[in-house]
């Protein structure tokens, strides 16, 4: 079970929160290593979400305009 959190890199985030607290502190080393890690599936699952917080934000931010 051990060697299956170590390989990927999603759950080896959540059973060992120092390596958010890296990726938080330098996000461009530390969190473009986890995403390199992760295999392509999961890759454009993490873009996805990115895209969809993205857009989220700007409608957000374009109804408090209004």
Same mark, same amino acid.
């Given at each position: 079970m051990e060697?299956?959190s170590s390989?990927?890199?999603?759950?080896?985030?959540?059973?060992?929160?120092?390596?958010i607290?890296n !990726? !938080?502190?330098?996000?461009g080393?530390?969190?473009? *290593?986890?995403y390199?890690? =992760? *295999?392509?599936?999961?890759q454009?699952? !993490? =873009?996805?979400?990115?895209?969809a917080?993205?857009?989220?934000?700007?409608l957000?931010?374009?109804?408090?305009?209004k």
């Amino acid at each position: 079970m051990e060697t299956n959190s170590s390989t990927n890199p999603l759950e080896n985030l959540l059973h060992n929160p120092m390596e958010i607290l890296n !990726v !938080v502190k330098n996000p461009g080393k530390y969190g473009l *290593d986890i995403y390199k890690g =992760l *295999d392509i599936k999961q890759q454009q699952y !993490v =873009l996805f979400a990115a895209g969809a917080a993205l857009i989220g934000y700007g409608l957000y931010l374009g109804m408090n305009k209004k």
